[in-house]
């Protein structure tokens, strides 16, 4: 797991105390699963976009969806125990927090290696992180900030430096106030390092593809509303949309950026239906079966209007970006403008929105917010 090895250099705090084996029949079951077609289809673009073969790209994403859901479920029940997971097609891992309930670690031994460490669960991982990017949002002579955080608490801030303040970059780079000051925000638990940058390191793609209000972006997937149509895309997606695949349309509810980028347009009447459907490819659609929220190591696929349908995998949680936070980011840069709002999605289970891009780790990886947020704003992803 890339931040948990992360986390084994940088704290001995988080080394692991107790864990359990995943035990052969949860590895048979997992060996023992089908894709379906879409899952099939999607294997082929992930290996051409990934550069493996097809027979790995197909066998890396054998169990990922069921492995998903019972990320879901473990997260809704056991919020404060809850740290992280990644999927491993050969082992995958759920991390939970010191004194975890052995009914959470009996349900998570069902598909998984359970991993217990001292370190700060999910939710305050997330609150740290998000206090962390507004502050140094509010900084004097910054231009964009991306902030994350690895489960060992430790978060990391890369900060773009106005064009008029790069003369002064020396002297930031070698000043420990913003750093000092940005550490008073958080708990210690949460230790902060900023690095200072002059590069462009992230942006939200609202620029050219179909035309989704005045900012021309993609619409992501129908969903249903107290017995309304409506339709998810990006919350920096245009707000003033009257017309939607021929429907007339206004808008519901825009998410709190701390919580993602995300809105939701409903149709004016009842008239109007949702379908189950949804562009995967240029001129092709598919039926939605389910949603799930996106669980790191996973592969996953967009589209959108610029770029199409490519493929990679989920890289990191927990990102900030551009002034949102509780973002997700893939391994690779596989979108471009125009795709903000589009449908990140497994075969046929939606898993989020698309955002933009930004710098994580020192390279440019796409940007999205999980399906989950859908709910939160009083949405049901329409599925057949």
Sequence with gaps: MGALSGAFVFSIAITPVWATSLGGAASEKISSMDLTLEETEDALVYARDTGVSVERAEKEMTGQEDFAVLVDEMREKYTSDFVDAEWKSSSPEIILKTGAPKTAIDLGTELADVIILDAPNEVERLKATETVHKSAQNLDGMENVVTYADISGE???????????????????????????????????FPVTVSFVTDNIGEVEIRGGRAYGNKHCTAAFSLTIAGYAAVSTAEHCSNNVTRYDGADVQKYKSLARAKGDARIVR?????????????????????????????????????????????????????????????????KYISKAGDS????????????????????????????????????????VKVK
């Design 155 to 189: 978060i990391s801030v890369l900060a773009q430096i106005e064009a008029s303040s790069k003369k002064s970059l020396r002297s930031l780079s070698n000043s420990s106030d913003v750093q000092n000051s940005l550490n008073e925000e958080v708990p210690k638990e």
């Design 267 to 331: 149709a004016k009447t009842k008239t109007y239906k949702a379908t189950n459907t949804f562009r995967f490819d240029n001129s092709r659609d598919r039926i939605a079966t389910g949603a799930s929220n996106p669980v790191n190591g996973s592969a996953i696929c967009k589209y959108g209007i610029t770029t199409g349908y490519n493929c990679s995998k989920v890289y990191k949680s927990g990102i900030c970006s551009s002034g949102y936070c509780n973002l997700h980011a893939a391994e």
């Design 341 to 380: 709002g589009g449908p990140w999605f497994s075969g046929s289970v939606a898993k989020g929105i698309h955002h933009g891009v930004a710098t994580i780790d020192g390279k440019s990886r796409s940007l999205f917010t999980r399906i989950g947020v859908v709910k939160d704003m009083g949405g049901t």
